[in-house]
């Protein structure tokens, strides 16, 4: 069996393991928000409202999973999921009608809107991605929509693909006066018992909601106006991006994970020793406890002359 359920030298694990992606994290739920049905989901069947931190941290949990997880540890969270989902229903204030969280719909929409803003956020804040890299990354998480009960084809396989899609539920978006609060919970979340220890820090959470909004289309900051607009903001936001893309590299390792919950962590060390066991090496050696740990690919052992 494969050690993690994204091996080391695929895109996902480049793109998922960037610090840039609590930036993306926050600008998914940011965007997920602007479908009316899939926020009242949220809003109805969730304690968003009461733990938004929490929420991010289970989203990251399940990133991480699906990355550096073993395949039976993310099958038995997907598994997990899917239960939990199919159990939930709520109804949509506007028209009346009943829906499941699991609504095939919503779900595409919810693996679009996490894949294409960890996709745009993380390359735009600095991390060198080619543009074949770019379909790979697509087409690998298509194939790891499984875990919340979609098929590959059900997703967009490329980066063409999933302009399309997104253009096309375009006029379905719109903010909600749920969604607007949603992104207020966002710029600003309570913290989580576990992380009371890091409420004095609370103010440096904003430049990272703030980021994220920042990031969103234009047309929907418009349609938000929860923060000022000013000119030249895209570019001002890209810089800001990446000066703190770069100030999180700095970050030791083990300062890092402080703020991860404790599954997270034991599983990415678990993770780990499956990899050396696999025959892969720490590239970056004693610089791994400064910053986050390489691999090197295992060496691919020399065919056997026959004798």
């Known amino acids: 069996m494969q050690p993690t359920v994204a091996a080391p030298e695929s895109v996902t694990w480049k793109i998922h393991l960037d610090r840039s992606m609590w930036v ?3 600008r998914a739920l940011m965007l997920q928000a602007l479908h009316p049905v899939a926020m009242q989901g949220v809003w109805q069947r969730s304690d968003f409202r009461s733990d938004p931190t929490g929420r991010l941290l289970r989203t990251a949990h399940f990133v991480a999973v699906t990355t550096y997880g073993s395949p ?12 939990v989902h199919r159990a939930l229903g709520f109804t949509d204030p506007a028209t009346g009608r009943g829906h499941r969280v699991d609504e095939h719909d919503l779900l595409v929409w919810v693996h679009c809107a996490e894949v ?40 967009p ?8 899609y ?10 909600t006066p749920e969604a607007r609060q949603a992104v207020r919970f966002l710029l600003w979340p309570s913290v989580p018992d576990h992380l009371s220890w890091l409420a004095p820090l609370r103010p440096l959470w904003f430049p990272v909601g ?10 929907a900051r418009r349609a938000y106006g929860v923060l000022p607009e000013a000119p030249g903001a895209g570019a ?39 990899l050396l066991a696999a025959g892969y090496r720490v590239e970056n050696g004693f610089r791994a406890l400064r910053a986050r740990t390489l691999f090197t690919t295992p060496p691919v052992p020399e065919p056997r002359t026959p004798s």
């Open 166 to 175: 997104l253009a096309s539920v375009r006029p379905e978006l719109r903010v």
């Open 24 to 26: 993306a994290g926050v």
């Open 72 to 83: 039976d540890e993310a099958e038995a969270l997907g598994t997990r999921i899917r239960r």
């Open 236 to 274: 001002a936001a890209t810089t800001a991006l990446r000066a703190l893309r770069s100030g999180l590299n700095r970050v030791p390792e083990r300062y890092y994970n402080l703020v991860f919950d404790e599954a997270t962590v034991r599983s990415a060390d678990a993770a780990r020793e499956r």
């Open 210 to 219: 703030a980021l994220a909004y920042a990031t969103l289309p234009a047309w």
């Open 116 to 155: 294409s803003s960890y996709l745009e956020t993380t390359h735009r804040a600095g991390l060198p991605l080619t543009e074949r890299e770019m379909d790979r990354y697509v087409d690998e998480r298509a194939r790891a929509a499984v875990y919340v009960g979609l098929d590959p084809d059900d997703v």
């Open 157 to 164: 396989r490329d980066v063409a693909q999933m302009r399309r």
